[in-house]
């Protein structure tokens, strides 16, 4: 009991945060369910982009590549080899994983800056990719996917919860939400552990961590790996939860979005995927709802936004965001609660590192 | 034979093109060492001011100008506001903000002029020239010469003046230069408007033939940066030797490569990028670059 | 009390007395989710930024058709028409959240003219399943004609692209009976569905077709495809292209000192485009393509009641240009689903909708070329099954010939 009196406030707020998401299907729409769950999915794959990124310094603009190749082994497995979906997915994303710890090797030749273009060429290049192997993928027709029926027990438990059988997109969400918990939770002990700090020596300085005896290849490689077995799930969920997978569905703006959203919510941080893979879901589908609807946005505006689609909304949050807050969202809530604490607490004395008394105590 | 030649010369053709927006990307990198991915969405908006001035009734020989002008003018102004506050930034910043500033650009055009694809006059007869049976027309022709006209002119700025020097200094030598009184910074912005300048005239040039579109450089892009790092990206000799070898393998290969074909050509584009970062990573004409600890 | 309370009794008794002898002389009112007593409410997805943003224009146009009617005659039967667009970008991954908000949350009657084989692929099961018309699919791939019996709360509206490959084989059959045929189709749904027709209406003659050369849209060129083309020896070029490609191309042959016989597609065939080929220095010999809607450029309608009419409601839309064809488009397909709520009258549900639209459609429509029906019966599921060839004068399409039918050619 003690130990958790003594929990930082930050496990509670994790605890609430969870139970908000397992208990959201159930005051929402069905089909909402259905569009968080999608939100869910870009997390996951945000998360394994920020490992990359934000905890091993590598740039990729092409995971949306990764998602596609997750999204198709699972469809390809349901369709043709009439595999059950949910077996298909931890398929999908160590396969996805091989592949990309694969493509790790030859990347880690690359500096940032080239590594950078040549994953952006490969996402623009993936629709055309994938339209090839016509008789693998489906080609142009794509795959169509069965939805999913829940299974009993669930239709039962949701039923004596909310009085309604559970539906097919709030199935979807809860399969993604344990998926999400359970790659969040690895993600977290990765970057505390060992690894997590390997791989950020080495964002922070190659030369320095690998005179200090960290493998830069190994981990650089690890990383690559790990988040492409990410975002190889999250495709794969991504397919569940809308039915259909087909080349114009992986086009160089979902890499874009991906980005976005790493960048939104805060590189290395944990919470940031999942604020920005809400932010880099949502945006799209309410920018052109929801601000016709303000009125206090002027009408030029309002047009502008509404024939550019989510574009120049994007292209501006991206510049402002790494002008004015380049840790995202999280970063500016940790640096407003660090100030906040700092005025509250003051700050540790500067030799000695000892706080100053409290007021109340002293 | 015929055919094959034909194949070199539209490749060649559109290699070209690849050369001409390669160029600026190489001044953007010898100016800051950084790839700038809204290169071909700045000279995308450029060939429009220009539209807008021609359909106002400028003549051509004026808006040509003019419209070089105003890019030179956006390009720093695009270094002052967008890239200065995050000079110091690493790398990833700068990378995350090109891309957000192509995205932006890219939108904005769709919206302010429609997503129609429109004709754009040219200088170049529409006429071709017969090699030895194989037909080049005077447009593509005429890319390929002004591009040359630019790479000689970006060779005498940066190689013959003092000014190149010192913009090669404050690319490469940050600190040095400014102990020794150089504006580091107003000569990155300078290589922002030189490189806008000249992507302005690859979008000027190639868009009679491309057709004006804000879509027109999305994937001219790519190719631009297979062209660019084939060549070495510092070299402006080796942005348009690349192009050319890009625009004629990208042809030959969807040609007579039956496992490529027609539809995998930008395939052929990424091939050559990983291919050429793999294994010589400085490109055909770059000097290999020592990391100092 | 009990007076007051027996007056209103008798009162009430009369007022439901009234109210079932009312009820029963006139005929039953019959609606359904989305429809209210004085509103319709339908759905639309499209492309309205993004690579594909060019054909968002159509839903503008049918918007403009709507607001004409309920600016003028007061909607549909006393019904106006709210039509609620969203922007799926052309990727069906945004395709299938917004059609789920339009069903679940709106509450739509219809989805009409969604645009996009693969974005409307995407929704079709799900539509079929909830039972919500999925009308007048602005695609030509010919499944969503074809495979109606899988889904019968589907049904498209345009020609399919196969049937007008198919006219293209009669054509070339009937005048270039010995054509050595070379195609460059894009890689995708669209090319491939016209190469199937051409090479199915063919049929035995099919290996007249010397070379076929794919390309995907982010090739950067065609000029490959069709130097090989010319290599091979066609003499007569089939281009399956979108618009812009097909402009490069129609340049590219010209370049290369080559004058086949040039067939395009429809969607290619706006007047415009031509004159933008024309003046990148295309020859613009012997072009063939087919049409089935009046094109608002060209002079021969320009009194024709139709024409006028378009322009009419066409103004209704700020940011839609009259020259495009693809908003003559919109107004056409409007002007079918209009002409579909009208007949369902009262009995306004969407079994009753979709039987009209898909079994039960027999109408003339006055934005189409002269003889066009816009047709569908309990066997056949094509609406629009005719077309008309038409070839390039220099400055205009001629109408040659009479209108060609496809109608019970394809399975």
Redesign the interface.
Known sequence: MRRLRTLPPRYWLVLVVVLFFIGLPTVI????S??WA?ALVLAIAIMGLNIL?GYS?Q?S?GHGAFMALGAYTSAILAHRYKMDYLLTIPIAGLLTGVIGFLFGV?AL??????L???T???A??T???I??PAELTG????I?LL?PDPPQFAKDAFAAVTGTPMTT?QWTYYVTLAWALVLFWLAWNLVRHRAGRAMRALRDGE?AASASGVNIAGYKTLAFGISALYAGIAGSL?GLG???V????F?V??S?QL?VGT?VGGLASIPGPLLGGIFAYFL??ES??WIPTQTWIPAQIV??????????T??????LV??FA?NGVVGLVTAGYTRLRRRLRGVPDRETGQMPPDHQTA | MQEFLQQVISGVASGGIFASLALALVLIYNAMGLVNFAQGEMAMMATFIAFTLITRGVSYWIAFPVTLAIAFAGGIAIQRIVIRPVERAPLLTLVIITLGLATLLNGLAGAIFGYVPRSFPSPFSVQTVDILGAFFSFRDLGVITVSAAVLLLIYLLLQRTTVGLTMRAAAHHAEASRLLGVRVSWMLALGWGLASAVGAVSGIMVAPIILLEPNMMQTIIIYAFAAAVLGGIESPLGAVIGGLIVGVTVNLAGAYLPFVGGDLQLAVALAIIIGVLVLKPNGLLGRPTVRRV | MARIGSRIAAIAALLVAAAACGGSASPTVQTDVGITSNSILLGNTIAQSGPAAAYGTIGNAELAYFTYLNNTQGGINGRKVTFKILDDAYNPAQTVPLTKQLVEQDKVFAMFSGLGTQDQTSVRDYLNAQKVPQLFVATGATTFMADFSQHPYTIGWQPPYQGEGRIYAKDVLTNHASAKIGVLYQNDDYGQDYLKGLTDGLGSNASMIVDKESYDVTAASTASQLATLKAKGADTLFLFTTPAFTIKSLVIVTALHWEPTIYLNSVSNPQVYMGIAAKAGAALKNVTSVGYIKDPTDPQWANDAGMKLYKTVIANCSTCNVNDGFNIYGVAVAYTMADVLNKAGSNLTRANVMSIAASNLNESNPFLLPGVVVKTTSSDHFPITQEQVITWGGTGWNLQGSLIDERGTIK
């Open positions: 729409d069905s089909f909402l259905g569009e999608q990124i310094g740039l603009l030859p030749r690359l500096s940032a800056l080239y950078a273009l040549a952006f060429a490969l623009v290049v629709p055309s990719l339209k090839r080609g142009v027709q794509g169509v939805p997109d030369v991504f809308s039915g259909f087909s080349p114009d569905t086009p703006a979902l874009i980005l960048v799209p589908i052109n709802q047009s502008t936004v509404g024939k550019a689609g989510p574009a120049v994007y292209g501006a949050v991206l510049i790494m002008i380049p």
